[in-house]
Nanobody, 125 residues
């Protein structure tokens, strides 16, 4: 089994900063990519930022470019999301998604896409 655990959410005033962390653990052969999504009340889940674990490639939603930064520690299968200049519209539950492969007893590789439990971020105006 693969486990994905987020931490670092909380309550902050507009203009403030928060840092989220996400670590994947368990029966992992290789983590390929990790990303942050968010879901506000009454809205669909949306991609915030993502990164491949073995390249410098990153991707950001237009709404967070210049304010949020995704970084990683590939050796620890961990990603971080530094959120600066937070706005009330950033309020949401933030979810970490991990994509990778496990190795089955037969030796075959099996892909996994595992969500974390979510971390609440609330930005007051």
């Amino acid at each position: 089994q693969v486990h994905v655990m987020e931490s670092g959410g909380g309550l902050v005033q507009a203009g403030g900063s928060l840092r989220l962390s996400c670590a994947a653990s368990g029966e992992i052969f290789k983590v390929v990519a990790m990303g942050w999504y968010r879901q506000a009340p009454g809205k669909e889940r949306e991609l915030v930022a993502s990164t491949f674990m073995t390249t410098s490639s990153t991707n950001y939603a237009d709404s967070v470019k210049g304010r949020f930064t995704i970084s990683k520690d590939s050796a620890k299968n961990t990603v971080y999301l530094q959120m600066n200049s937070l706005k009330p519209e950033d309020t949401a539950v933030y979810y970490c998604m991990t994509t990778g492969y496990t190795r089955k007893p037969t030796g075959a590789m099996e892909r996994f896409d595992q969500w974390g439990q979510g971390s609440q971020v609330t930005v007051n105006s």
